[in-house]
């Protein structure tokens, strides 16, 4: 998937595989940027990671929900980010679901590692109610 028309400039492409997790998707992207003159260095290009809502396309980072942000962020060190990676851990005992691999959320979108994890707080409640039920002994 190529982002050639969007506000990053021109090359902008998709890199690794989507995640989607509690009513977001991030995945990220490498834009291809000219080494300056006289510099010794690699061009490794801008690395970008991204948070959109996936109800409204709306931006996630930089907010504390998930609408109104920004929609993007760049990586430290340009390169091919990471895909980003869902996972579980023990936080104080208690399982805590993180991703590595994404824009911080709440950084206010200035430039972050992808290496650092993040808590996930999903923006949807799962209230379930049982509305009916019939075992197979009921007549």
Not at 98 to 124: D, F, L, R, T
Request: aromatic share 6%; hydrophobic share 30%.
């Amino acid at each position: 998937m190529s982002l050639d028309n969007n506000q990053n400039g021109q090359g902008e492409q998709v890199v690794g595989s989507a995640l989607i997790v509690g009513g977001l998707a991030t995945f990220s992207t490498n834009r291809p940027v000219p080494a300056e003159d006289g510099s010794c260095s690699t061009a490794l290009g801008e690395a970008r990671g991204y948070w959109v809502n996936l109800f409204n396309g709306s931006g996630a980072i930089g907010v504390s929900g998930a609408c109104d942000g920004n929609r993007s962020s760049v990586f430290l060190g340009g390169g091919l980010p990471p895909s980003p990676v869902l996972g579980t851990v023990p936080i104080d005992g208690k399982p805590t679901t993180v991703v590595i691999g994404a824009p911080q959320k709440e950084v206010g979108g200035g430039p972050n590692s992808q290496y650092s994890p993040q808590q996930i707080k999903p923006i949807i409640k799962s209230k379930r109610k049982m509305k009916y039920w019939k075992s197979s002994g009921d007549k």
